[in-house]
Structure formats: C-alpha cells, structure tokens
Nanobody, 128 residues
Framework: VQLQASGGGLVQAGGSLRLSCAAS????????MGWFRQAPGKEREFVAAVSWSGISTYYADSVKGRAIISRDNAKNTVYLQINSLEPEDTAVYYCAAKNGRTPQVGGEMRDPLKYDYWGQGTQVTVSS
C-alpha cells in the first residue's frame, strides 16, 4: 500500500483544514487508518484513527471535539478534518495504515510501531 497525504497549508487560528490521504492498491478496506503529526523538535504524536469500515473512530485528547476522521473505501481515501485550529496544531501530518479488520479502534492505535505503511506527510501551519 502506498499512501499520499495532501491538503495541508497555512491557515489562521480558528480556521479549518481537511487533509486527505489517498491509498494505492485494492486492499485499502483491509486496513485501519491513522493520522499522526510531528512538530519540529517533538516526537511523532497520534491524532486520530478509523477502523477499516469507518464505523469506529478514536481521537487524541488534543483534538477530540475538533477533529473528524472518516474514510471512503470506494475512493481508497481517508480524511482528517480539524476545526478551530490552534497554533499548537502546527506540524507535519502523516497518514498510516495498519493491517487488520478489527471492528473497533482504540488505544492500540496510538503506537506508531503498530502501523505497516506510512505516507510522506503534509505540512499544516497555523498562524496566530
């Protein structure tokens, strides 16, 4: 699976962005998907995850209530919408794929080592 993230950019605080991650291959629906981010000088941080079906989602506390992760298996794409953006959201955002059709996603999705494939990242910069 190859992943291509897009949709990043420069946005003012309080604004919104919708990131997309397009996957190649015909097995996209076999993977749970996650979004991570990494700010300069910081470790990669979990943001959100969605199950293979799109029914189950899981969020980091830092974005809970402001972010929505979703997927369209027919388009081999996962999305991350973040509203009410804050300067602290500034980071490179990465999408990742974790093999498995477990019905629910939870805390196990926080571990980047659990993922099998990674996209190249898209920069999000939030100005104050």
């Amino acid at each position: 699976v190859q992943l291509q993230a897009s949709g990043g950019g420069l946005v003012q605080a309080g604004g919104s962005l919708r990131l997309s991650c397009a996957a190649s291959g015909r097995t996209f629906s076999s993977y749970a998907m996650g979004w991570f981010r990494q700010a300069p000088g910081k470790e990669r941080e979990f943001v959100a995850a969605v199950s293979w079906s799109g029914i189950s989602t899981y969020y980091a506390d830092s974005v809970k209530g402001r972010a929505i992760i979703s997927r369209d298996n027919a388009k081999n794409t996962v999305y991350l919408q973040i509203n009410s953006l804050e300067p602290e959201d500034t980071a490179v955002y990465y999408c990742a794929a974790k093999n498995g059709r477990t019905p629910q996603v939870g805390g196990e999705m926080r571990d980047p080592l659990k993922y099998d494939y990674w996209g190249q990242g898209t920069q999000v910069t939030v100005s104050s």
